[in-house]
């Protein structure tokens, strides 16, 4: 059992780099550490506008989508027909056109996804990356056990929330958090020594009595 703590004594797990940097050191990392407060803030509102909208008012995602674009739709045709009677400029709507590049690269893309998740499921199901399949194994039962508890809106923004306050909150108080980390992962350490001396010992010995017998 290692804590790995002999790189830095200071930090837990020998960490080098600042959670900036682990993060990326970049607009996302920037938005997760609250380095822009208006934007992290407002993702955090709108956000839970949104989960409040779905979880409270009985609407779902196509009704609300449906409702929205009717609306617009009304909107914008009230609008032109108005304007054409009335000899007035009609809506400024931009002209929707995609262009043959854009999808050949997004199918590309899409393309390569699919054809590395394809094959990362066939050797999974073949038995070739025992690791892999365990690792994949453990994530669907997590994710099945939470889907027990919530549902994928709430886990969503649940899962937004911690994102955007657990980082930040060890940030700010990364020393504190730190020292009393070492200290709980040296003494896990000292129990595990003990119960080594105690328990885990005599059972290897029991174990290689029983192959010399055999």
Not at 143 to 151: E, F, H, K
């Amino acid at each position: 059992m290692d804590c790995k703590m002999n790189s830095s004594p200071d930090r837990l797990f020998g960490r080098q780099r600042t959670i900036h940097e682990l993060l990326g050191a970049g607009f996302i990392a920037d938005i997760i550490l609250w380095r822009r407060q208006n934007l992290t803030s407002g993702l955090l509102l709108v956000t839970f506008a949104v989960w409040v909208v779905f979880e409270k008012s009985g609407y779902t995602l196509l009704s609300l989508v449906s409702s929205v674009l009717l609306l617009l739709v009304i909107i914008f045709f009230v609008w032109a027909k108005s304007a054409s009677i009335l000899n007035r400029p009609p809506p400024p709507l931009p002209e929707l056109h995609i262009s043959e590049e854009v999808m050949n690269e997004a199918a590309a893309i899409i393309r390569s996804r699919v054809n590395a998740f394809s094959s990362v499921s066939l050797d999974i199901a073949l038995g070739k990356n025992s690791d892999l399949f365990f690792k994949v194994a453990g994530a669907l039962l997590l994710l099945s056990i939470i889907g027990g508890w919530t549902d994928f809106l709430t886990l969503g923004y649940t899962s937004l929330f911690l994102v955007l306050t657990v980082p930040a909150l060890y940030e700010k108080y990364e020393n504190q958090i730190d020292r009393y980390a070492m200290i709980g992962c040296r003494s896990l350490q000292r129990l595990y020594m003990k119960l080594d001396m105690k328990c885990f010992s005599k059972i290897r010995e029991l174990v290689l009595e029983i192959k010399k017998l055999d």
